[in-house]
């Protein structure tokens, strides 16, 4: 079973509403095939139920090797949910900050990461139940311009807290994805560069 991703791409807002997005995920699919299953996609859209998911789902692409995730719907508590997200191709659910002190050990076959915005917070939020963490802000991101970055102090921290299962997000590209990895991180999650400059985040993680 795949772990925590290596490059998790993090699709650009209202990805359902952009016509070019097929395209764009097909381009990063070709791009990551050297990373294997460490390769995925996090798709975003609060407020879905899984009905309203496996209905968007199925006007993309299936794309071999290429994990999926998606925002936990709002029915995540219907006993067959994760079995009918899970046979639609879906791979892992993500907890954001709205849900991440939510208790939820597992959500079988799926699995399940968490966001973290605080290291101290990071072997609290992994008691709670999940397959890794995304831990961000490392870096300053335009995405987020009045968070302050953790920097690889930060990233350390929640790696010694929850070692191995830190995937790093924030300010990410093809220059500084090593760092991270050599500060403990697993993986690397990012969104510019994922849909500009894939190519180059998978030789930086191949070369790491």
Same mark, same amino acid.
């Given at each position: 079973?795949?772990?925590?991703?290596?490059?998790?791409?993090?699709?650009?807002?209202?990805?359902?509403?952009?016509?070019?997005?097929?395209?764009?995920?097909?381009?990063?699919?070709?791009?990551?095939?050297?990373?294997?299953?460490?390769?995925?996609?996090?798709?975003?859209?609060?407020?879905?139920?899984?009905?309203?998911?496996?209905?968007?789902?199925?006007?993309?692409?299936?794309?071999?090797?290429?994990?999926?995730?998606?925002?936990?719907?709002?029915?995540?508590?219907?006993?067959?949910?994760?079995?009918?997200?899970?046979?639609?191709?879906?791979?892992?659910?993500?907890?954001?900050?709205?849900?991440?002190?939510?208790?939820?050990?597992?959500?079988?076959?799926?699995?399940?990461?968490?966001?973290?915005?605080?290291?101290?917070?990071?072997?609290?939020?992994?008691?709670?139940?999940?397959?890794?963490?995304?831990?961000?802000?490392?870096?300053?991101?335009?995405?987020?311009?009045?968070?302050?970055?953790?920097?690889?102090?930060? =990233?350390?921290?929640?790696?010694?807290?929850?070692?191995?299962?830190?995937?790093?997000?924030?300010?990410?590209?093809?220059?500084?994805?090593?760092?991270? =990895?050599?500060?403990?991180?697993?993986?690397?999650?990012?969104?510019?560069?994922?849909?500009?400059?894939?190519?180059? =985040?998978?030789?930086?993680?191949?070369?790491?």
């Amino acid at each position: 079973m795949p772990g925590a991703p290596r490059l998790l791409a993090i699709a650009p807002d209202i990805w359902y509403a952009n016509s070019d997005f097929a395209f764009q995920l097909a381009a990063f699919a070709e791009a990551a095939q050297p990373l294997g299953d460490g390769a995925a996609v996090y798709l975003r859209a609060h407020g879905w139920d899984t009905a309203q998911w496996l209905a968007q789902w199925a006007r993309l692409p299936r794309l071999d090797g290429l994990r999926v995730g998606i925002t936990l719907p709002v029915d995540a508590e219907l006993p067959d949910a994760s079995e009918l997200l899970s046979a639609a191709g879906v791979d892992f659910v993500h907890l954001t900050e709205r849900d991440a002190d939510r208790p939820l050990e597992t959500w079988p076959p799926l699995r399940v990461s968490r966001v973290c915005h605080e290291p101290e917070a990071a072997r609290r939020r992994w008691a709670l139940g999940a397959d890794w963490l995304v831990v961000s802000p490392i870096f300053a991101t335009p995405s987020k311009p009045c968070a302050v970055p953790l920097a690889i102090a930060g =990233l350390e921290a929640a790696v010694r807290a929850v070692p191995g299962r830190v995937v790093a997000l924030g300010g990410i590209t093809a220059e500084n994805a090593r760092v991270c =990895l050599a500060a403990g991180a697993v993986g690397v999650a990012v969104q510019r560069a994922a849909w500009t400059n894939a190519a180059a =985040l998978v030789t930086s993680l191949r070369e790491a």
